[in-house]
Every structure is written in C-alpha cells, then in structure tokens.
C-alpha cells in the first residue's frame, strides 16, 4: 500500500513537471534589453524582413548623401550659382543630405526594437529628427516668399532680396526651429524617461501631450503649409498670365526683350521649385494627418520612409529641370573642379 502511494505520488510529481516545462522553457525564452533592469522592454526577434529593410535603408541613404552631395558641391563651388535663391536650395541640400545620414540609425530603431544608447542619446537623436523635419519645410517656404517676390514683384525683387538678407534668414529660421525643437523634446520627457510608466526601459519612441500635439499641428504644419499654398497659388496665376503674354508676342513676331526672357526663366525656376514644394507636401501631409488619426505603427513607419525618400528625389527634379545641375555634376565627377579657375566657369554658357 506505501508502494503504491510513493509510486502514484512520483508519477504526479512526474506529470507536474512535464507539464510546467513548456512554461520554464518560454520564460527562459523571453529576452529583456537589459536583463538586469525591472523596468526593461521585452526584446522582439529580428523578422526576416529585418535584413531587406536594413539593405534598403542602406542603399537610400547612399543614394540621397551622393545626390545632395552633388548639388552641395555645386552651388558651393561655382560662382555663378552664388544666388539667394541658390543659398535656399542649398540649405535644403544640406537638410536632405543629414535626412540620408540618419537612414541606417531609424532602420535600426525600427528594426531592433531595443534602444540601448540611453535616454540622452535618444532625446539628442529625437530633437535632430525633428529639427531636420522642421527645417526642411522652413527652407521650402524660404522659397515660396523668393519666388512670389521674383515673379510678383520683380522690380523689387534685387532690393528685397539679397544673399545677405537671405543667409540671414535661414540662420535666424534654424535657432527659432531649434528653440522650438528643444522645448518640444524636453517638455515631453524623451531625455528622461524613469518618471515615465507609459514605457518601458529601451524604448525610443516619439510620445508627446495632446497639447503639445496641437501645438505642434499648427507651428510646424498647417501654418507653414498654409502659406506655401497660398503664395504658389499666387505665383501660379501670376506665371499663367506672364507666359501668355510673352507667348503672344514670339509668334506675333514681335521682338523679345532680354527682360522677357529673364521673367520666362524666372517663371520656369518657380515652377520648378513648385514642383519640389509639392512633392514634399504630397509625402509631409498624409504622415501629419496619420499621426494624429491613425494608431497603426506599420502604416507610420511606411509613411516616415516615404517622407524620408523624398530627400533623394528633390536632386532629380534638378537634373531633370535645371541644365546647369548637369553640367556641374559632370565636372564634379570627371574631377574637373580641381582645375585652375574651375569656379569662375561659366555653366550657364552652351556648348
């Protein structure tokens, strides 16, 4: 009888652990981003779409860094491209050519799902993101007010205007989007998140209070955009009207003056410059109105990647519009530009 009671005992002993090993064995199996933390996320296991977004990512970044290099180079070396309009296709350059360089780190963000560089480096890397967002809207309503002062009021576009005023204002544009930046990142507690209890440790995410969101819709989205829309609006009736008029005279026969062909060259910089504002609005509105609508991470990222890719399409736009891109780009590439003099060439001469 105590034979059989040790013996039903062991088998029960037996079943008890069969049955709990599968509960050890997934517990044993949950991976932490810092194990020795309470607080730590789970880490996730790498899908295996992990490594073809990684290629992509890789690739983008290679191609939108070359690209805007190109334009860098170009607008920095030749003398004749020393223009106010120039220095804010520039400064966009430089602002898609940071976007480029930051590609890898957001795949791995997306990708890794732990964050292991700390809460300062994620506030720092957060405030950059957003900067390099900001900025590159600011550049683009730069130059919406260029081009509705060139095309609406040409007469006072050379006084209006100038390289001067111009470096001017996008230093003055980038510390007030930098204050804003810096105010927006720390008010919402990126550079530290241990009083936080929404998120775990080794998370990087962008959370921001509902007022915050607001605040941010209107500084950095609807006003913007607003006024870029309104001013090309303007500058598209305004180009409709000219190019009929200059239109009229050629096949009247009567004479061009220089200054007709000036304003045709000036109506096509705006239409090109509008064709760069709205791509990127075409990319920037459905990410702002996503966010604030959607709660789908995927279609975020998608949409993030989208905005991202769109730094690699502005320098096509100028190879496929602007004759003189491709002109300097191949004295860039054959490694011209070394040559003596090579600034003071004239790029808008046809050869």
Known sequence: MLEAQI?????????????????????????????????????????????????????????????????????????????????????????????????PIEAMRLIEKCWYFGDTFCGLYLLFVSLLLASSLNNLLLIAVDRYVAVCHPLLYPQKITMTKTLISICLSLVCFSAYCTALVINNGHFDSSHRTDVCYGQCLVMMRFSWILTDLIMSFIF????????YLRIFRVVHQQVKVINSLMKGGKCVTEGSVKRKSELKAALTLGIIVSVYLLCYIPYCICSLTVNSSTTLNVLMWTLHANSGLNPLVYALFYPWFKKTAKLILTLKIFQPASSLVNIFTEH
């Open 7 to 103: 013996k039903e005992l062991s088998n029960s002993c037996a079943a008890e652990e069969t049955h709990s090993w599968p509960m050890r064995q997934r517990i044993m199996e949950t991976q932490y981003c810092f194990p020795d933390i309470n607080s730590s996320c789970v880490k996730e296991r790498r899908s295996s779409y992990g490594y073809i977004i990684y290629l992509f990512a890789s690739l983008l970044s290679a191609w939108t860094v070359f690209l805007n290099l190109l334009v860098i180079i170009s607008i920095s070396h030749f003398k004749k491209l020393h223009t106010p309009t120039n220095m804010i296709i520039l400064s966009l350059a430089v602002t898609d050519l940071l976007v480029g360089l930051i590609m």
């Open 224 to 231: 913007p955009c607003m006024v870029i829309i309104m001013l």
